[in-house]
């Protein structure tokens, strides 16, 4: 049997505090996502989701996206950047335009686009996209194609991102200055929740808690789509610190004890266990008690909690209104972090990994690179924006739109 056909291809790029990472994925003839080509490196110039050092995160991009294009045996020129950081913020808008009881027509769909995008009120801010999500006929919502129906009214749900703009342009600067053209920038809850969560999930209702290494990103979704999100300025990073700094001890020690020796559960043993600062080194280095580790451990990851206990609760997921919660990011793999996040909000919580997809590393496989996988997954969707209608849709006859308004119904349709 030969190799796959490969008919498109599609690169990615997260941007990380602790990581940069790039991945080159590929759609087959025969419709399979392929990873052709992965790669990481340490991150530079990057803080807490925002560019501080534009040449030192050029430099990273570009190392990583070569390191993945020599594992592809193909090179990219474009790219779809993850963002964790730049004031994300999401919101749904519903647009609705008068039918008359007649038969809805390609034109009144068109016409409702169109209505959609001119309401769009960013407030100074950057529109990162602006999806449709679901379109209704007379109230009820999940009508997948409403041309045919008879109907008063006909309205579309639209999923708004938006961001503080000069981030935006930093992240972009620092790709186009590695020699690539941007795709599209896009919120790294949403790229995760295409890699980790399952259609259920995200119809039913869902909180995805992010953990990278500078921020914590939640989201809410529900009816397919995000409905909110919120950035909160603490990571796995912090727990890194506050091991260094409660210890004495280098940060690159304090990173592999929290990984290798750290957790997020206390056990009647881990007081008679010493721990070596450093396991791969110097046994000069010292040691330090098992216990003392997990209580600097549990005290940085309950504040994180409460601050996401309260991110949940601003956005009404509480009580019967809330659900389960699936937890990923780089911060999910350490150990325990899934009984601790459930103890500590009262509500189911698993761990989300990406989808298994053919030609993804299992290292590769982890919590820590949802949101990478995620912005292929995005990208082969092919996702449609509604800023896209502009004079587009209104100069075009009614035979000559019929491709785009059934992609836009597929949007409708596929939409995570």
Sequence with gaps: MGAARISRVFGAIN???FRVSAMIMGLT??????????????????RRGYVTDSQAATHAIREAVERAEKDAGTAIESVWVGCAGAGLASRISRVEIPIHGRRIEEEDV????????DTLEPDGRMVLHAQPAHYSVDGPHGVANP?????????????????DGAPIRNIITAVQSAHLTVEGVVAAPIASAHASLTPEERELGTALIEIGGDVTNVAVLRNGMVQA????????????????????????HAQRLKCVSGSALASPSDHREQ????????????????????????EQLGRLTDEVGKALKAMDFIGAKGGPVVLTGGGAELAGSAEFVQNALGRPVRIGK?????GLPPAHATPGFSTLVGLCLYAAKDPVDIRTVKAKYQSQSRMSGIGLINRVWRAGREYF
């Design 275 to 298: 721990v070596p600062v450093d396991p791969d080194g110097d046994p000069r280095a010292g040691s330090i008690n098992r216990a003392d580790l997990v209580a600097v451990v549990t």
């Design 229 to 252: 999100m919120r950035a909160i300025p603490l990571g796995s990073g912090d727990i890194t610190d506050a091991i260094a700094s409660t210890f004495g001890i280098r940060r690159q």
């Design 15 to 17: 941007l990380g505090s």
């Design 29 to 46: 003839e025969g419709g399979e996502l392929i990873v052709l080509g992965s790669s990481h490196r340490a991150s530079a110039g990057v």
């Design 354 to 358: 990406p989808q298994v997809l053919r």
């Design 110 to 117: 068109d016409h409702l686009l169109v209505t959609a995008r």
């Design 147 to 163: 041309v045919g129906l008879y109907a008063e009214q006909l309205g579309v749900d639209v999923h708004i991102l938006l961001a």
